[in-house]
């Protein structure tokens, strides 16, 4: 169990020499799916090695982990995120296997170092049919993506830049997105917007951020309003256009975060409107 593969677990050099080494006829199947198994359990054991108590308490607060917040039920370790990407980069050529198991863990730190193996092993490959596996395997994974970093970290890396060439019908799942159940996908329906902007497109960022102004979610409230901000840096009238638009209905979080950039005395002016 995941629990219990914190105590116990090797690091994977040395002990794939010794399966290799001591391995008896006819069980290649066998070494081979215990030797993969192991690959996931050293990433455990090499995060729970780095763990903090103090941090991890910290993190539970600030992730917002008790009953009926938006992190309920989450558990962490206590590592940095610079320590979880000298972890992820260590094992990035983990197979989807290993990666699932570290995607089912209940342990967040695990799920991140996932999550940024996936986004170095799709940054790396320039093979069209292995990124588009990674892009299948992260969505259909989803469920482990369950809390804002996870989702800001990762998705425009890999569904945002996945899609950014892509013909408008094959984004249409961000519009489904948007208006899903789960506050996590309608995050991603943002998020994934992240690469377009920064690319000069900016259509399908304020088209997701209208379906997204009646959300009751405060982190959606600021996610919609980081990405019209990005938005306005690019084409401040396009973002000023917009926010006349839906001054009424906007959420006052996202009208704060889309004028952060302006100056004081028309951040005043938009707050009076």
């Keep these: 169990s ?9 690091l994977i050099g040395g002990f794939a020499q010794k399966m290799f080494e001591l391995r008896p006829k006819n069980t290649a199947k066998y070494d081979y799916c215990t030797y993969r198994s192991m690959s996931a359990r050293a990433v455990q054991k090499e995060i729970r090695v780095l763990g903090s108590a103090e941090r991890a308490q910290n993190c539970a607060r600030f992730f917002k982990t008790g009953p009926g917040q938006y992190g309920e039920g989450d558990c962490f370790l206590g590592l940095s995120m610079p320590e979880l990407r000298k972890v992820a980069k260590k094992f990035q050529e983990l197979v989807f296997s290993d990666i699932e198991t570290l995607l089912e863990s209940r342990w967040h730190e695990e799920r991140m170092a996932g999550l940024l193996i996936l986004v170095l092993q799709y940054q790396k490959t320039n093979d069209v049919q292995r990124k588009q596996e990674i892009f299948d395997f992260y969505l259909n994974h989803r469920a482990a993506i369950n809390n804002w970093d996870l989702v800001d970290v990762t998705t425009p890396h890999i569904v945002g830049t996945h899609l950014l060439s892509r013909p ?31 690319a000069g497109k900016h259509a399908d960022t304020l088209d997701i951020a209208e379906i997204l102004l009646d959300d009751t979610e405060d982190l959606i409230h600021k996610a919609i309003g ?14 000023k256009k917009f926010l006349e638009k839906h001054i009424r209905r906007m959420p006052r979080t996202t009208l704060r975060y889309a004028i952060e950039k302006f100056s004081e005395k028309e951040r005043k002016a938009w707050l009076k409107k």
């Design 168 to 198: 408008k019908a094959e984004r249409a799942f961000l519009y489904d997105f948007a208006r899903s159940g789960n506050m996590w996908e309608r995050r991603i329906a943002i998020l994934a917007t992240f690469p377009f902007i920064r």
């Design 2 to 10: 995941l629990s219990s593969s914190g105590g116990a677990g090797f």
């Design 226 to 239: 980081w990405m019209l901000r990005e938005v306005g840096k690019q084409d401040e009238k396009k973002l």
